[in-house]
């Protein structure tokens, strides 16, 4: 059963190895009467957190609060931040379950991995791989050429 119900309706559903029974009152959906639990809002929001771990997130809060999934964290660009936001839209657009708190914060350091360009760090956290004089104006103090990185070089990104 699924959607609004118009009247009472005395129903059960199984929860974890019991069946627990409840009824439906008018204008109360069945899914707001079952709490899902830590790791089943986990696992409905996965896609977020692994499109926030491409992005740079830093989670610092990740755990239920009553009937929703906390997820508190930081991004280094507002790129990040909006793509966070359209990953959870796409999941649930009414934000029924869950309460993300992301805030941007500069300053975030990448560590260059091998195979790594600017343009590519650009693209990952601004979205644009033109980007990247971004990082290369804000490293100068380590970088005198946008295409001499090493491996294992710490990059601040703005």
């Known amino acids: ?45 996965n896609a977020v957190i692994a499109r926030g771990n491409e992005l740079g997130l830093s989670v610092q809060n990740l755990h239920q609060e009553g009937d929703k999934l906390l997820l508190r964290g930081v991004v280094p660009t507002d790129y990040a931040k909006n793509e966070i936001w359209d990953e959870i839209k796409k999941i649930d657009s009414s934000l029924s379950d869950i309460i993300a708190d992301v805030n941007v914060q500069s300053g975030i350091v990448y560590k260059v991995l091998a195979g790594d360009t600017l343009s590519k760090i650009a693209k990952r956290y601004y979205g644009d791989a033109n980007q990247y004089n971004r990082i290369f104006e804000a490293n100068r103090d380590q970088l005198s050429d946008p295409d001499k990185i090493r491996v294992g070089q710490e990059l601040k990104i703005s």
């Open 1 to 45: 059963m699924a959607g609004r119900c118009s009247g009472s309706i005395d129903t059960q559903d199984r929860a974890g190895d019991e069946w627990t029974a409840f009824t439906i009152r008018p204008n109360q959906t069945r899914r707001n009467r079952i709490m899902a639990s830590f790791e089943e809002l986990k696992a409905k929001y």
